[in-house]
C-alpha cells in the first residue's frame, strides 16, 4: 500500500529532474579514471506556512560535497548574507521614509552559479544515466563546497548590471539610486527583500531579475529569516514577531504547556547544592541557544 504523499514526493521529484534538465546543470559522461566521483542524494522537505499548513513538498538533489578536496574540487567557499541588523535597519528607513517594501524568492538559485572546476558527481536514485556514466556538474548544486560562492558571484554581476552596488558594511545588501529615489536590495541566499520610495522602480526590477532567473513574487513583505513583519504605513509602525518560531521551540523541548510565573522560583524554596546535573547539559546549551533575540517593534513608541 502507498504512502497518501506519495504523488506528491514524485511529483515534487520530477520538478526538480526537469529543473536540473532545463538550467544545463550537467552533463553525462564516461566514469574518469583519474578523478574523485562524489555522491548525491534526494533531500525531503514540507515547506509549511505561517499556518503550518502545507504549502509545497520540496525535493532536492544535494551533492556530498564534504567529498571534495580544497585546490582541486573547489577554492572559494564563502557567501554574504544579509545580516539582521542591515533588515531592521532596511524596515527602519522604510518606516521613517514610507518606503515600499516587497520580497521575492528565487527557485533553485544555486543551480545558476556557474562552475570553474571540473566536479564530478554520480546520479541520484532515479536518474536515467546508463552504468559506466556520471554528471560533470556545470552549474552549481546544493551541497557542494563552492555553491553558494559562485550563486553570489552571478547574482552580483545581474545587479550591478542593473546599477546596484554593494554596501562596504553588508556585501549582501545593494543600493542604487534611481530618479533621486534610493532602492535597496538584500540578499539572503534566494530570499530577496526590495525596498524603494517608488513601486514602480520595484516593479521594473522585478522584471529585470525574471529576464535572469525564474522567481516567485511574494508581494509586500510578511516573513524575513522565520521573522513575521507587519508594516502599518498609515501609522508608520512596523512590527517583528518570532511567535511561530518560539511555539515551534517550546513544542521541541516539551513545554508547550508551561504558563508564566511573575517570579521563577516557588515561594520559600531552599537552594540545595547538587553532586550531578538535573538536565541534560547539551539539551540545555540548544534550549538557551534556541532563544529569539530580535526587537519586536521598529517605529515610534
Not at 525535493?59 to 554574504?80: L, N
Not at 556545470?138 to 554581476?157: C, E, F, N, R, S
Request: aromatic content about 8%; proline content about 5%.
Amino acid at each position: 500500500m502507498s504512502h497518501p504523499d506519495t504523488a506528491e514526493w514524485e511529483a515534487a521529484c520530477e520538478d526538480e529532474h526537469c529543473t536540473f534538465e532545463h538550467m544545463g546543470v550537467y552533463e553525462v559522461i564516461p566514469c574518469p579514471k583519474d578523478r574523485k566521483v562524489m555522491g548525491s542524494k534526494w533531500v525531503f522537505h514540507i515547506k509549511q506556512g505561517p499556518d503550518n499548513s502545507i504549502q509545497k513538498y520540496k525535493a532536492r538533489i544535494v551533492a556530498q560535497g564534504f567529498t571534495q578536496i580544497e585546490g582541486i574540487d573547489y577554492d572559494k567557499t564563502f557567501m554574504p548574507v544579509a545580516k539582521l541588523a542591515s533588515l531592521c535597519i532596511i524596515l527602519v528607513l522604510a518606516n521613517e521614509y514610507n518606503l515600499e517594501v516587497h520580497q521575492m524568492d528565487i527557485k533553485s538559485a544555486y543551480l545558476n552559479g556557474k562552475l570553474q572546476e571540473e566536479i564530478f558527481m554520480a546520479p541520484p536514485p532515479g536518474f536515467d544515466v546508463p552504468d559506466g556514466m556520471v554528471l560533470r556538474l556545470v552549474k552549481a548544486v546544493y551541497g557542494t563546497k563552492q555553491g553558494g560562492h559562485v550563486w553570489y558571484d552571478d547574482i552580483k554581476l545581474t545587479l550591478q548590471s542593473m546599477g546596484y552596488a554593494h554596501t562596504e558594511a553588508d556585501h549582501a545588501v545593494f543600493t542604487c539610486s534611481k530618479n533621486a529615489n534610493l532602492s535597496v536590495i538584500a540578499l539572503y541566499v534566494d530570499d530577496i527583500t526590495m525596498a524603494s520610495k517608488s513601486l514602480q522602480t520595484i516593479n521594473q526590477d522585478k522584471v529585470t531579475l525574471r529576464q535572469h532567473y525564474k522567481m516567485t513574487d511574494l508581494g509586500n513583505i510578511a516573513w524575513s529569516l522565520g521573522i513575521h513583519v507587519s508594516c502599518n504605513r498609515t501609522t508608520g509602525r512596523t512590527t517583528l514577531s518570532q511567535e511561530k518560531y518560539i511555539l515551534e521551540i517550546l513544542k521541541r523541548f516539551g513545554k508547550s504547556n508551561t504558563h508564566p510565573i511573575s517570579t521563577p522560583t516557588l515561594t520559600n524554596e531552599h537552594l540545595v547544592k547538587l553532586t550531578s546535573p538535573e538536565v541534560d547539559i547539551k539539551a540545555f546549551q540548544s534550549t538557551v541557544g534556541s532563544d529569539a533575540m530580535v526587537p519586536n517593534w521598529l517605529g515610534p513608541a
